[in-house]
């Protein structure tokens, strides 16, 4: 069973910058799909961003030429690299894993998940 830890989240002003990690323990991740989550108080778990094991990758149109994905296969982390960053970007965000490799929006389809790490943007 793998373990998922994500980091760098913090408080950070309108139209900065914040790279989040997720370590993952317990088995390779390098033949799953992976992808960012997030959740702002009093909403659903709403997609960001996912990639496959051959590096292809989605985003939610709402974060699209802002955020970045990516992974290191060899060290078993995914990143998410987010600029400009906007209030409205302020939510709890979470790493997931997909067994069945096929990239999903939808939060059901994913099969282990991370605490999640706090973003909170200041206008």
């Known amino acids: 069973q793998v373990q998922l830890v994500e980091s760098g989240g913090g408080l950070v002003q309108a139209g900065g910058s914040l790279r989040l990690s997720c370590a993952a323990s317990?088995?390779?991740?390098?033949?799953?799909?992976m992808a960012w989550f997030r959740q702002a108080p009093g909403k659903g778990r709403e997609f960001v961003a996912a990639i496959s094991w051959d590096y292809r990758t989605l985003y939610a149109e709402s974060v699209k030429g802002r955020f970045t994905i990516s992974r290191n296969n060899a060290k078993n982390t995914l990143f998410l690299q987010m600029n400009s960053l906007k209030p409205e970007d302020t939510a709890v965000y979470y790493c997931s894993e997909d067994l069945e490799n096929v990239i999903d929006l939808r939060p059901g389809a994913y099969d282990y998940w991370g605490q999640g790490t706090q973003v909170t943007v200041s206008s």
């Open positions: 317990g088995r390779t991740l390098s033949s799953n799909v």
